[in-house]
């Protein structure tokens, strides 16, 4: 099973993020946890510099921009 983290404060870009992702695995009926990480200092740990990011079972995938569902099903396969 997959680990999905975004990491963000919860900004609009954020709630994108999730949404998309969200979808995405729904699409692809993939068996995942979704977690929203809003703490920042987990998100400086992480090494990300920008948000929103994208983490997948601890591997960044998508960092400073909201990759579209299409993107975020290729991120995830």
Same mark, same amino acid.
């Given at each position: 099973? @997959? &680990? $999905?983290?975004? =990491?963000?404060?919860?900004?609009? &870009?954020?709630? #994108? =993020?999730? #949404?998309?992702?969200?979808?995405? +695995?729904?699409? %692809? #009926?993939?068996?995942?946890? $979704? ?16 948000? *929103?990011? =994208?983490?997948? #079972?601890?591997?960044? @995938?998508?960092?400073?921009?909201? *990759?579209? +569902?299409?993107? $975020?099903? @290729?991120? %995830?396969?």
């Amino acid at each position: 099973m @997959k &680990k $999905i983290q975004i =990491l963000g404060p919860g900004c609009v &870009k954020c709630v #994108n =993020l999730y #949404n998309n992702t969200k979808r995405a +695995v729904e699409e %692809l #009926n993939l068996e995942c946890s $979704i977690e929203k990480v809003t703490d920042i200092e987990k998100i400086m740990n992480s090494g990300v510099m920008m948000t *929103p990011a =994208l983490v997948v #079972n601890g591997d960044v @995938k998508s960092s400073g921009k909201v *990759p579209t +569902v299409e993107e $975020i099903k @290729k991120m %995830l396969t």
